[in-house]
Antibody
Framework: VQLVESGGGLVQPGGSLRLSCAAS????????MNWVRQAPGKGLEWVSY????????FYAASVKGRFTISRDNAKKSLYLQMNSLRAEDTAVYYC??????????????WGQGTLVTVSS | QSVLTQPPSASGTPGQRVTISCSGG????????VNWYQQLPRTAPKVLIY???QRPSGVPDRFSGSKSGTSASLAISGLQSEDEADYYC???????????FGGGTKLTVL
C-alpha cells in the first residue's frame, strides 16, 4: 500500500491550490478516504472524508465552503481543491485510507504528507 | 481548543506502565468508538488502537485501549525508548458531523 501526496507549495492568502494523492498497492475504488492536516508544531486536524463512490462527503467546519474533496477511481487518485486559502491553512496535508471491518474503522495507511504554506 | 481533551504530556521510565486519557462528550466518545494513533518524530501517524480496544495486526500487545462513558484511555505497558512519540485519540462526532482528534499527548521515556 502506498499513498503519495503532491501539489503542496507556497500560495498567497486568498489563493488556490489543488492537492493530489496517488494510491497504489490496493483496490482504491472500494476504500473510503480522508484528508488530515497538521500545522507546524501542532496536532492533527481532520479535514475531509469521501466515501468509496463519492456518495458521502464530509468536511471540518474550518474548511467547509472553501475546500472540495473528490476522487477518480479509474486513476486511483484522491484530490483536495483548496480555495480562499488563509494563513491558518498552513500545514502538512496527509491523505489517509480508511479501513473498516465488522468491529470498527481506522485510518490505517497514511501518505508522507505535502506541505502547504499560505503567506504573502 | 480540541473537542477531545488529552493531557499535553506524559512520561515514564523503561519497563513502566503509562496511561494516556482522552475525554470527550456524548456526541463523540459517548456514542462512537475511539481510535488511537501514534506519531513518531517526523513521520506520518500510525493507527495503534481502533474500535476502543482492537489492535491492528502488527501492533504489540503492550498497547491496549479502553473506553468508559465519555472517556477513553490508552495504556502502554513495558515502556520502551522507541515508544517516545505523540499520541492522539480520535472519534466521530455526531454533532459536528465529522471526525475529531484530541490535542495530542507527547510521551517522554526518561
Amino acid at each position: 500500500v502506498q499513498l503519495v501526496e503532491s501539489g503542496g507549495g507556497l500560495v498567497q492568502p486568498g489563493g488556490s491550490l489543488r492537492l493530489s494523492c496517488a494510491a497504489s498497492g490496493f483496490s482504491f475504488s472500494i476504500y473510503e478516504m480522508n484528508w488530515v492536516r497538521q500545522a507546524p508544531g501542532k496536532g492533527l486536524e481532520w479535514v475531509s472524508y469521501i466515501s468509496s463512490a463519492s456518495g458521502g462527503i464530509f468536511y471540518a467546519a474550518s474548511v467547509k465552503g472553501r475546500f472540495t474533496i473528490s476522487r477518480d477511481n479509474a486513476k486511483k487518485s484522491l484530490y483536495l481543491q483548496m480555495n480562499s486559502l488563509r494563513a491558518e491553512d498552513t500545514a502538512v496535508y496527509y491523505c489517509a485510507r480508511e479501513m473498516s471491518d465488522s468491529i470498527g474503522y481506522a485510518l490505517d495507511y497514511w501518505g508522507q504528507g505535502t506541505l502547504v504554506t499560505v503567506s504573502s | 481548543q480540541s473537542v477531545l481533551t488529552q493531557p499535553p504530556s506524559a512520561s515514564g521510565t523503561p519497563g513502566q506502565r503509562v496511561t494516556i486519557s482522552c475525554s470527550g462528550g456524548s456526541s463523540n466518545i459517548g456514542t462512537n468508538s475511539v481510535n488511537w494513533y501514534q506519531q513518531l518524530p517526523r513521520t506520518a501517524p500510525k493507527v495503534l488502537i481502533y474500535s476502543n480496544s482492537q489492535r491492528p495486526s502488527g501492533v504489540p500487545d503492550r498497547f491496549s485501549g479502553s473506553k468508559s462513558g465519555t472517556s477513553a484511555s490508552l495504556a502502554i505497558s513495558g515502556l520502551q525508548s522507541e515508544d517516545e512519540a505523540d499520541y492522539y485519540c480520535a472519534a466521530w462526532d455526531d454533532s459536528l458531523n465529522g471526525r475529531v482528534f484530541g490535542g495530542g499527548t507527547k510521551l517522554t521515556v526518561l
